[in-house]
């Protein structure tokens, strides 16, 4: 009797990022993000068109958010509750990054009376993770957790500009350049010259191309070892700084306050 174990089926052709990926997680997440500031109360047909999920099981993943607390109902419609808000709130605990921001970005606020704000790069987004505001400059409220196009802010040309050249050739593949004003740059090829003369000028100055009426500028915040973990900006209207002077006066605020953060962003 051959009482050796059966062999352990060999699992080469699967990489180990499928076989450990649940499917039922990223779908329920995705469920989460199909509600947005366009979107804010959803039927179960929306989220399943909006998710390219089936209605019926598009209805389990929201009864279960609702079951959980994260989803609320009046039997048609559905939306976000507040405890959606605890997930940010672990990363923002769990990482000292905007901690070690914030203040910054408040000092730098209140030297040139305009609003600063922080973010990293998420998925061809800018994520603000911190942010110190004085006056709305932009139409759309902005706050922790907003998302805005990478490639037309200048938070996100300073992100954009660090990294890899695989990276950067991903994401131009796989973005739409679109004309978000009459000064968006949508050519890729000239996207990437911008891109190599922000690496090599170290800052991002965006004239108009997210809005109109909004300038900004940007520079990288780096860890002891030169690594760029974010970007920060600020924004203004573009009647009352010139571009002049967001280079003479803004920037080298801007730089001291990132270059005075290095020696503590030991991430």
Request: hydrophobic share 45%; proline share 6%.
């Amino acid at each position: 009797m051959n009482l050796q174990a059966p062999p352990i089926p060999e699992e080469a052709d699967t990489a180990p990022e499928e076989r450990f990926f649940v499917e039922a997680l990223a779908r329920g997440l995705a469920v989460m993000r199909s509600f947005d500031q366009q979107h804010e109360r959803l039927t179960i047909s929306e989220v399943a068109r909006r998710t390219e999920l089936n209605r019926a099981t598009a209805r389990r993943f929201l009864l279960t958010l609702q079951a959980l607390g994260y989803v609320a109902s009046d039997g048609k419609f559905f939306w976000l509750t507040p405890k959606v808000l605890s997930l940010g709130h672990a990363y923002l605990s769990s990482t000292p990054l905007p901690r070690l921001l914030q203040p910054v970005l408040e000092q730098v606020s209140e030297e040139l009376h305009e609003s600063c704000s922080a973010s990293i790069l998420e998925d061809g987004e800018i994520v603000y993770i911190a942010r110190a505001a004085t006056r709305r400059v932009i139409s759309i409220g902005l706050g922790v957790g907003s998302r805005l196009p990478a490639y037309c802010t200048s938070m996100g040309r300073v992100l954009l500009a660090a990294l890899e050249a695989d990276q950067l050739r991903a994401y131009l593949d796989s973005t739409p350049l679109l004309p978000l004003t009459p000064y968006t740059l949508t050519d890729p090829e000239r996207l990437r010259a911008e891109l190599e003369r922000v690496r090599a000028q170290g800052y991002a100055l965006v004239d108009q191309e997210l809005e109109l009426g909004l300038r900004s500028i940007a520079v990288p915040v780096r860890n002891a070892r030169g690594r760029v973990l974010a970007a920060m900006n600020v924004g203004v209207q573009a009647g009352r700084v010139s571009r002049e002077e967001m280079l003479e006066r803004f920037l080298p605020v801007l730089q001291h306050a990132a270059q005075g953060r290095t020696p503590l962003l030991g991430i």
